[in-house]
């Protein structure tokens, strides 16, 4: 069985850039009928392209453009229209610049007022190193050892960025189902948002006993190094992950096949894990090194 090859459907294609015809044919589709979703697909993958090769966008940057488009694909086609513009390439760069400009500058505010904070464990003896497996790493392994829909669900339960294979194939999977891209991806950011939101009040309490050890007396030194502690193993609490109910509704299968393609895949992780790291008779934790 191919890596892209999964029960519930056939092998899903790969996305290729559009020739400027499908787009233009696209753009005649919602001047003609009303039709917004040709030049969403058509116009969004065109996007992409080009921002990357020409705006060094990162992936982050342009998987959240691609999501920003959905919203933006009517606005873009109406002014272009309304203003008499004649070149709608050279109009469709410039729009597509404009979005990426906003999405780096609201990305720019967040890093500036983001609490900064410091996970010493210099203060804690019970703390012992364990080496993380970088995103290349871990991409790589679960290239080659996994199942596509054995990374798709470990990818969104543990907020891991999606491969650029793993998008495109995501996005043909969608549509097989029936799903919205749209949709998918803002259920998924809204449910995300509220985990971020939970991690980063753990994040500053854990941040707030790091001062207070700087400046304690002896004798409650102690007393802020358990409740460091405390905070900073909630970290790592199951209701800061996505759920596999909740990854189920998102993907349209069932909770027991979530958990199922979960348990398989963590356990070929493990296994590459366990090599990487010559750890073979220990106890291994995936949830401190992903």
Known sequence: MSRHSFSMCQPVPK????????????????????????????????????VKKYCMANDDEVSDLFLLFHSKAKTCLDVYKNKYYTNFFGFLFVYAKNLLRNLRRK??????????VMLDSLNIPSYKFKPSISAKTLHSAMDTDLLFKERLIICLKYHIKLSNSDESDLFFY???????????????????????LKQAFL??????????????EPEKME??????????????????????????????????QCRNLHRSGLAKLRIFYIKLYGLEGKEIDLKYHI
């Open 107 to 116: 990305e720019q505010i967040y890093k500036s007022k983001h609490v900064d």
């Open 174 to 196: 969608l549509k097989t189902k029936g799903i919205s891209s749209l949709e998918f991806w803002t259920s998924y950011r809204k449910m995300k948002q509220k985990k971020d």
């Open 15 to 50: 996305m290729k850039k559009p020739s400027d015809i499908e787009v233009l044919e696209s753009v005649n589709i919602y001047y003609s009928s009303g039709n917004i979703s040709p030049f969403i697909e058509k116009g969004g993958i065109w996007i992409m392209e080009n």
């Open 203 to 216: 994040l500053k309490r854990v941040n707030k006993f790091n001062e207070a050890l700087k400046i304690a």
């Open 223 to 256: 007393e802020l190094k358990q409740n460091k502690e405390k905070y900073y193993n909630k970290l790592f609490q199951r209701s800061l992950k996505l759920s596999f109910k909740e990854i189920g509704n998102l993907l349209n299968i069932s909770m027991s």
